[in-house]
């Protein structure tokens, strides 16, 4: 048998033995591409997309994206595997695509940016040599997840190769982009013709074309993705031979064959024949079919499933076949999802129409199912087999009456109806020994018509909630039309995908009017049935929705009929009609999401300042290359161990016996450590020590380390922790406010409130006009950063320590690893490049996982990891140790936002003006303080948010509860506290009958009024900007447009709102606002600057590099920033409260205040001389080239003083949206406007 042999970006590899449930991803990073990407290990966020190249039977080669972290290592063999790195670099060329993207902006923490280009490249590589359309571009990108840009520059970068509307490029629409005196540009970038002919659109100076380079053009305007003008794009080419690898000519010629890939632990069959495949399931009933590995992947990863074979099904000819004859298509189980979908637009497109009602239902529910990297992989037949009780296809395939064929050694072939095939929970009507090897959907006849539905929580790549499938057959009878055949099928409310047998037969024979669909709907919630504690919970909401979804299918049916019937007249009564057209098309209307657009309006900076200018991310061009390091990518010593953590199963018990024999006797374990073994303090916290590193008596949440193992691998040590032994009593949990309440569960010397006024005496004094009471909750929120937490701990001579770490506060890390290790600070030191991502959630959590990864560190003397991606095989590895989270378990262990409950009671005028507002703030801290105080802190000083209130009492509480210890989060409790008065707001204007508007301007805080924390408000913008996002929406003519629509329209429906918000910025806690910068000066006249600051997305390098430019009077491309550290600035807050510009960009300047003052007399002497030769003669004169700088934020008080904040942030934003109220879900948001002062 021929060895197993693939290529990557052009190179080929022999795949070695041993790897049947080895990843693509694993492999890809083990031989050092590790531009892809681990983030979610389940196929769910795109970071590991690559581009898959095969050759087909005929010759054509076949283009798809795939995610690498669900593709098995063997299934990639004979194909072509082209990597971020493959595609282009930063030394020899960087493909357009990267090139483009980091020339938008639509890299920030870059962690997602390789993922985005790859399915870019893959889809251009796939579409040639036509270019995609904008909303092809759009759909390609539903498998990427980016947390940080909004997706609009990244959209603006590839939209540069879509399909081109030619008036884009007439004189008219170029005079008309030069009209626009002010910045704008269309979020399209490059290829909004729409744009270009209104006037809104961009052309490049360099090109001519539209685009987004913001090159002046003489009148001042910059667009919104602009950049300096040395960065104009310039044309661009979809493809660069000489630096994207061709395909190579090996596997041009090479036939498909058999493999047989024995392993340890698991074995790899991949045949060629249909027989061979049969006899291979005859052999091993046991055996999992794979084609894209999206289920079996996620059993073995999240499961810990073991399979000790696999059989590969995708090189069988009868499992790819797709065929179409007078009655219908057959469907080999092996045919992608993907192909699925092209296949049948193609017959969508050329069949009469009515004959293709099924395909297009299932083209609809294939539109929202998961992402392309997962349709291009996925088989039809894995989906059916799989028997998911909430699967969007099997609806269909019932509902439809498509027929499967299955198949055994020995038994041959049988046809089975898909509404037969399934059974039970996961279990179908298919012996052990048998496949499906096709499935045949049957054509619609004349006047048939099917109908999809699917709701879930989000649209793009989400499973459902509920799903459906209503297919019905009209026939004129009696001079009438009535139902002649129904088949009705629901998933999500039942173990299996069921029939609706009473519904279809009360539709039976009947009209669709409103008598039969009274009738349905009662037949509806007999067939629908749920016990109160059914799995997936929300009995009644999925209840309704089989109804919603029956109500609606009836109402297509009706139009459907009507459309083409013209003597039919829809029989449904009158008050079924929204709008004027019968009957109710918008109940009925598909959802269709057009390109999105977008503008954004700022000033130009004059001159040659590069303070100012929107300059790019310093590292973007890296990031786009994939050569942009994370923690996870450095290479780790030749002695490296890597660790799991023994975690805690019980919110809350006693710790009855730990055994850790068993585990300790496994292969590879070096050793088993836990908080006997800490050589410092096992407790730990950034406020109170009230946490231990790992439990000893009792734990207090699901999570929480008990011990660490380290071994040679990462599959070692977590065998190993899941050998150890753990057994508990039971203690009675706290798991919410509610209970934490009832509980009196708070941490009161940490309970802080506010008051301005007199709330008691206003309340008892009988001036209040109107009084009401009322409740607001919010729940918690996962930060999500792409980059899971991670860590490397490496020990070195003297007790000192080395630890690269994934923290938006490197301080919090050494100084924790001093503690728990028992070292002084001065031997540890904390490095950190950059982060994939951070939102709050690496503030502080970051460090407990640290410190676990120190432990067995400091006890072997061997370089550790801590680091979140799924089981890697390193079969070299001897010595230094990896302590590694998957994605669930940083989820499970890290916390999120605080969930907040906000009672109050306030007293207002008739008028809506308010009067008193006394309210209490309850904060769901989780098992520990952390830095929570701070949160309820900043949420009790929003708690106004715009609107001034002169009686004002605000109490605030922290819960302790046995869930994980929440932490920083975007806005820091801020919004929070301003959810709670808006729910005020709109109440009040509830109760006085005015539009919230209104009742939101009349209580607008003006200029110099005091806030209820006593600051004093200088420069208040809150006006400001509601009157410009009130102008700039229209917002008068579209809420009476809206009102209109409304009352015309029963099914649907618009709705509009505008907020205002202020935000403080500054750390409540005083000490914390302070930032040192070293800034060292070399004599090729370029700068290395050090600060405090951690880089993580927001650019906050490149703009202390713009300050270090402008005041040195310097090019940027002269200044560099590498790294954040310990040992360079020490004692640095955190990289948090959206200070971090401000406080190390001062740092900075006065750095380089410093060194002006040094270089004075050298500028005055060499007047007119390049900067490098005038430090040149300053180091022959022996002067200092360094400068240490330091900046304190002047006068703030931090919370409980009389200035909290140095200033306030305003923001005012409108948005409207329209959804269809039979189905609650957004259909579409559009015209969304804000205007921010920043300060």
Request: hydrophobic share 40%.
């Amino acid at each position: 048998m021929a060895e197993p042999v693939a290529y990557i970006n052009g190179k080929r590899h022999v795949l070695p033995a041993g790897r049947a449930d080895q990843t693509l991803l694993s492999y890809l990073r083990d031989s050092g591409f590790t531009g892809c990407k681990l983030g979610c290990g389940e196929g769910g966020c795109g970071a590991c997309t690559v581009l898959v190249s095969s050759a087909e039977a005929d010759g054509r080669l076949h283009h798809r994206s795939i995610n690498a972290c669900l593709c098995p290592l063997y299934a990639i063999e004979g194909m072509h595997v082209v990597t971020v790195e493959g595609v282009g670099n930063t030394r020899d060329g960087m493909h357009p695509v990267q090139e483009r993207l980091s020339k938008a902006h639509g890299s920030q923490c870059g962690f997602c940016t390789p993922g985005f280009v790859m399915s870019m490249v893959a889809l251009l590589r796939a579409k040639a040599p036509e270019a995609p359309t904008e909303e092809e571009i759009e759909e390609n990108l539903a498998g990427n997840l980016c947390r940080c840009t909004g997706y609009r520059p990244i959209l603006d970068a590839f939209k540069a190769f879509a399909k081109v509307d030619a008036a884009a490029y007439t004189e008219e629409a170029i005079a008309a982009s030069k009209a626009n005196g002010h910045a704008a540009n269309g979020a399209n970038g490059a290829a909004n013709g729409k744009n270009g002919k209104n006037g809104n659109g961009r052309v490049c100076p360099s090109t001519g074309q539209p685009c987004d380079c913001g090159e002046s053009d003489g009148n001042g305007a910059i667009v919104s993705a602009s950049k300096h003008k040395e960065e104009a794009c310039g044309p661009l080419t979809h493809i660069r031979p000489a630096v994207e690898p061709i395909f190579p000519p090996e596997l041009r010629k090479r036939a498909a064959a058999e493999l047989a890939l024995p392993g340890e632990r698991c074995a790899w069959y991949r045949p060629v024949t249909l027989s061979r495949l049969l006899e291979l399931k005859k052999q091993y009933n046991d055996a999992k079919l794979v084609v894209g590995n999206t289920e079996v992947g996620i059993e073995m990863k999240f499961k810990s499933l073991k399979y000790p074979v696999l059989i590969g099904a995708t090189h069988v000819e009868e499992l790819n076949a797709f065929e179409v004859d007078e009655g219908g298509v057959t469907i080999g189980a092996s045919v992608t999802l993907t192909r699925i979908m092209e296949s049948f637009k193609e017959l969508i497109a050329v069949q009469p129409a009515y004959k293709t009602s099924t395909l297009r239902a299932v083209v609809e529910q294939l539109r929202w199912f998961a992402g392309p990297p997962i349709r291009n992989a996925s088989g039809i037949g894995g989906n059916i087999c799989t028997a998911s009780p909430i699967s969007d296809l099997n609806p269909v395939w019932m509902a439809a009456g498509a027929t499967f064929t299955l198949a055994g050694a020995g038994t041959g072939e049988r046809t089975v109806l898909a509404k037969d095939f399934f059974l039970a929970y996961r279990k179908v009507d298919m012996a052990p020994h048998e496949i499906l090897v096709k499935l045949y959907v049957p054509f619609n006849r004349q006047y048939e018509y099917v109908k999809e539905f699917k709701q879930a929580h989000r649209r793009d790549d989400d499973i459902a909630i509920v799903n459906a499938c209503v297919r019905l057959a009209m026939e004129a009878r009696g001079g009438g039309w009535v139902v002649g055949e129904a088949a009705i099928a629901y998933g999500g409310v039942a173990p299996l995908t069921i029939m609706a047998p009473k519904t279809m037969a009360a539709l039976t024979g009947k009209p669709i009017d409103g008598a039969a669909l009274e009738a349905a709907l009662a037949a509806v919630q007999e067939d629908v049935k749920m016990a109160p504690n059914a799995p997936g919970g929300m009995v009644e909401f999925r209840r309704s929705l089989a109804a919603s979804f029956l109500f609606k299918g009836l109402l297509f049916v009706a139009q459907q009929l009507e459309a083409e019937v013209p003597a039919f007249t829809s029989p449904f009564p009158e008050n079924y009609r929204s709008g004027k057209r019968r009957p109710c098309p918008a109940a009925v209307k598909p959802y269709e999401r057009p390109a999105s657009h977008g503008l954004q309006y700022y000033s130009a900076v004059p001159g040659e300042d590069v303070v100012g200018q929107p300059y790019r991310h310093q590292a973007a061009d890296e990031q786009v290359c994939g050569t942009a390091q994370y923690v996870d990518d450095i290479k780790l010593p030749a002695d490296a161990l890597f660790a799991a953590i023994v975690a805690s199963t019980k919110p809350h018990a006693k710790i009855v016996k730990l055994d850790t024999t068993a585990a300790a006797a496994m292969p590879g374990v070096h050793g088993i450590f836990t908080a006997k073994d800490v050589p410092g303090g096992n407790d730990i916290g950034p406020v109170i020590e009230d946490e231990e590193l790992f439990a000893t008596d009792k734990v207090v949440v699901v999570g929480q380390p008990i011990a660490v193992v380290a071994a040679e691998t990462e599959r070692q040590a977590r065998e190993a922790a899941k050998a150890v032994v753990v057994e508990y009593e039971d203690l009675t949990p706290v798991m919410d406010i509610e209970d934490a309440i009832a509980a009196k569960s708070f941490l009161m010397p940490f309970s802080h409130s506010l008051a301005s006024g007199d709330v008691e005496a206003f309340f008892g004094s009988g001036e209040a006009e109107m009084v009401l009471e009322g409740e607001a909750k919010m729940g918690g929120q996962e930060h999500f950063y792409l980059e899971p937490m991670a860590s490397i701990v490496i020990p070195a001579e003297n007790d000192e320590f080395l630890s690269f770490s994934s923290t938006q506060c490197p301080d919090a890390h050494q100084k924790y690893l001093a503690h728990v290790l028992d070292v002084p600070l001065h031997k540890v030191v904390v490095r950190t490049k950059r982060l994939g991502g951070g939102f709050g959630g690496k503030e502080s959590r970051s460090a407990f996982l640290n410190v676990a990864a120190a432990v067995p560190a400091y006890h072997l003397r061997k370089p550790v990891r801590q680091a979140p991606p799924p089981a890697r095989l390193r079969r070299n590895v001897r010595t230094s140790l990896a302590l590694v989270l998957d994605r669930d378990e940083d989820m499970q262990i890290t916390g999120t936002r605080h969930p907040f409950m906000g009672r109050y009671k306030v007293a207002f005028t008739k008028e809506g003006k308010l009067q008193a507002i006394d309210m209490q703030l309850y904060c769901n801290a989780g098992y520990s303080l952390d830095i929570s105080h701070g949160v309820l802190d900043r949420a009790l000083m929003h708690c106004d948010n715009v609107y001034r209130v002169p009686h004002l009492r605000t109490q605030g509480y922290l819960c302790i509860t046995n869930i994980a210890s929440n932490t920083a989060f975007r806005g820091y409790g801020g919004p929070q506290g301003m959810v709670v008065m808006e729910d005020i707001i709109d109440r009040v204007a509830c109760a006085v009958g005015r539009p919230v508007e209104e009742v939101k301007k009349l209580n607008m805080y003006k200029e110099g009024e005091v806030t209820h924390f006593g600051q004093k408000l200088v420069g208040c913008q809150a006006e400001a900007c509601w009157q410009e996002v009130w102008d700039s929406s229209e917002y008068s003519a579209r809420r009476e447009a809206v009102a209109q629509y409304n009352a015309a329209h029963r099914f649907r429906k618009r709705g509009l709102a505008i907020t205002p918000t202020k935000f403080g910025i500054s750390f409540t806690t005083k000490f914390l606002n302070q930032a040192g910068a070293l800034v060292h000066v070399y004599t090729d006249g370029t700068v290395l600057v050090t600060h405090g600051g951690v880089e993580m997305g927001q650019g906050l390098h490149t703009k202390v590099a713009q300050v270090v430019a402008h005041d040195l009077k310097i090019s940027l491309q002269q200044v560099y920033i590498a790294e954040t550290a310990t040992d360079k600035v020490p004692n640095a807050s955190p990289t948090a409260a959206s200070a971090s510009s401000d406080m190390y960009g001062a740092a900075a300047a006065d750095a380089c205040r410093q060194l002006n003052e040094r270089l004075a007399p050298y500028y005055e002497k060499m007047a007119g001389k390049p900067f490098k030769e005038v430090v040149l003669a300053a180091y022959l004169d022996r002067v200092d080239l360094c400068a240490h700088g330091f900046y304190a934020t002047p006068d703030v008080t931090g919370f409980g003083g009389a200035m909290p904040f140095n200033y306030f942030t305003y923001v005012g934003l409108c948005s409207f949206s329209e959804t269809p109220i039979v189905i609650n879900r957004l259909q579409v948001a559009c015209n969304s406007h804000a205007a921010c002062r920043v300060g």
